[in-house]
């Protein structure tokens, strides 16, 4: 059975930093990409960052590029947010999807349809 489960949100002031964590587990026999969506509300859920573990590549959405980093330890994926903005406010939810011979498709990394499998969400939210 495949179980994503968030922690590490909260509440932070503007240009503060988080790290996010997703524990994975029932993925262990496979190459899999893990991403990182996020949901404001009252707008859609968004791709924030991908992680392939078949080779280790990692993609950023343009607005954390330089903010953010991905990182795999093990069972453990993180995303470390630095400089906080208001707009970085939204449940944040980890998604993992099996790849098939380890090859990821980046055309659809940040498509929600990709990956069936999904944490329960956390919420961050910046406002000072």
């Known amino acids: 059975q495949v179980q994503l489960v968030e922690s590490g949100g909260g509440s932070v002031q503007p240009g503060d930093s988080l790290q996010l964590s997703c524990a994975v587990s029932?993925?262990?026999?496979?190459?899999?990409?893990v991403a990182w969506f996020r949901q404001a509300p009252g707008k859609e859920r968004e791709g924030v960052s991908c992680?392939?573990?078949?080779?280790?590549s990692r993609w950023y959405v343009d607005s954390v590029k330089g903010r953010s980093t991905i990182a795999r330890d093990k069972n453990m994926v993180y995303l470390q947010m630095n400089n906080l903005r208001p707009e970085d406010t939204a449940v944040y939810y980890c998604?993992?999807?099996?790849?098939?011979?380890?090859?990821?498709?980046?055309?659809?990394?940040?498509?929600?349809?990709?990956?069936?499998?999904w944490g329960q969400g956390i919420q961050v939210t910046v406002s000072s």
């Open positions: 998604a993992a999807n099996i790849l098939r011979a380890g090859v990821i498709d980046p055309a659809s990394i940040f498509s929600a349809s990709t990956y069936p499998y």
């Open positions: 029932g993925l262990e026999k496979y190459y899999f990409q």
């Open positions: 992680f392939s573990t078949s080779d280790g």
